[in-house]
C-alpha cells in the first residue's frame, strides 16, 4: 500500500488523549490486526486486509491507558455491522438501564434525552417507554437509518461540539446525555466533552458508561483492546479530564457488563449534584491496585503470554493428533483474540449466531464463518470458544453438539476444556 495511503488510513499521534503530555509509556504490546470488525464477504477471499497496530499505553502524568495509532473513523465505522440488539443479554441491560437511570436522575416526562453513538436505538427505546423526548446520534449510516425508520430518530454523523450547538439550538437542552462505549472511540475526546458540555441543561446529567481499566487486568479482558477502543477508562484521569472541559464527574457505579465497566455521572461544573462517596472509594482503589504502575502491566504481559503459551501447545497436540477443531464467535474481541494468539490457522470455520455476520470471512486469516447447523453437519472434535465471555451461554445453546462426543474448549481467563 502507498505510504500516503497508510498515512491517510492511521496515525500515531505522540501525546496522551486526555492531558496532552509526551510523557507516555507503551505497557502492552497486541498483535497488529485489520479492523476486528471487518468481516468480509466471500466475493472479497483474495484481498489482502492491512493490519493496524493495537498497542496499549499508558500516560505517566495523568494515567490514561490508551491506544495511540489511530485508525481511519470512516474506515471503522462506515460500514459496521454490530448491532446492540445481537449482543446477547445487552437488550435486557438496557432495559435495565433506562429504568435505573430515569428513577436515580427524577427527570420530568418530555425532556430531552440524546444518546451519542446510539447504534440501533435500543436504550433510547427503552427511554422513550418512560416518556422521554429522544434523539441519537450514530455515524454507521445503516444503522442510523434502520433506526430512524424504525421510530427513533437518528443523526448519521459523528458527535463534536459543533453538532452539539446545531441540536441545542433547534430542539434545546438535554436533561440527559448517554454515551455506552463510546466514550472510548474518539481521538477528539475534549471535542466531544465540550459538546455534551454544550447540550446539557443546568440540571441535566450526562451518563456515560465505558470499559474499566481496572476490571480489563483483573478480568484479563485484554482482547477488549482494540482500534475502536481508543482509551481504556479509569477514574482518576476522567475526573481530572472532565474538570478541564467545565464538566465535574460526581459519581461513578462499577457494572460486570464487557467484562467490567464504570457507569460515570456528570454535571455542569457548579452543578446541583454533590459529590458522593464512591467517586473518592475508587481513587484509593485504583491506587492500591497500583493501575498506574508499570510493573502491574508487566504481570499483566506475562499473564497473558502464560494462557496464550498453553493454548497454542494445547491446539498442537490436538492437531498432530489428527483432531479438528471449530471455533465459536465472530466477534471483534474473538479477532483480537485470532490475531495475538496466532490461532488463524487453528480453525476449520467459526459458528456465529448472527445471521448478519455469516457467510463472511474473518478479518485478515478469512476463516469462513457459518451458522451452528455446521456443527451437526461437521462434527469437529472440538469447539473454541472466542467468545469466552459467554462461554456458558454458549456451551447451554449447544447442549446436542456436547451429546454427540464435541468437546469445548475455554481460552481465558484460564484454559479449561469442557
Known sequence: MPQSTQESLCYHRNTCRLCESANVSLVLKL???????????????????????????????????????????KLLFGDYIYTTASSPGLVNYFRQYAADVTRQLKLPSGVLALDIGSNDGTLLGFLKETGLRVLGVDPAQNIAGDATSRGIETLPTFFNSQVAQKIRDERGPAHLVTANNVFAHSDALGDMADGVRIMLDADGVFVFEVSYLLDMIENMVFDFIYHEH?????????????????????????????????????????????????????????????LYQLETYERYTARINREKSKLTNLLAELSSAGKTIAGYGASATGTVLIHHFELGHAMRFIVDDNPIR??????????????????????????????????????????????????????????RVV
Not at 464477504?41 to 483474495?46: C, D, I, L, Q, W
Not at 462499577?254 to 460515570?264: E, H, V, Y
Not at 481513587?283 to 491496585?289: C, I, P, T
Not at 469447539?383 to 469466552?388: F, Q, S
Open 31 to 73: 498483535a497488529p490486526s485489520p479492523p476486528v470488525d471487518s468481516f468480509i464477504p466471500k466475493s472479497r477471499a483474495n484481498e489482502k486486509q492491512e493490519a493496524f497496530p493495537m498497542d496499549l499505553y499508558l500516560c505517566r502524568d495523568c494515567g490514561h491507558g490508551q491506544l495511540l495509532d489511530v485508525v481511519s473513523p
Open 358 to 415: 455469516q457467510n463472511r470471512l474473518s478479518p485478515g486469516h478469512h476463516i469462513p464463518i457459518t451458522s451452528s447447523e455446521a456443527l451437526a453437519k461437521e462434527k469437529p472434535d472440538y469447539v473454541l470458544i472466542l467468545a469466552w465471555r459467554f462461554a456458558d451461554l454458549i456451551m447451554k445453546r449447544n447442549q446436542a453438539y456436547a451429546a454427540q462426543g464435541g468437546r469445548f474448549i475455554i481460552p481465558l481467563p484460564e484454559l
Open 230 to 290: 481508543l482509551s481504556h477508562h479509569s477514574v482518576k484521569p476522567l475526573r481530572l479530564f472532565m474538570q478541564r472541559h467545565g464538566l465535574h464527574v460526581f459519581a461513578v457505579e462499577r457494572t460486570s457488563s464487557k467484562g467490567g465497566t464504570i457507569r460515570c455521572f456528570a454535571q455542569l461544573k457548579g452543578g446541583p449534584r454533590p459529590e458522593q462517596s464512591s467517586v473518592a472509594e475508587l481513587l484509593a482503589y485504583e491506587e492500591q491496585f497500583g
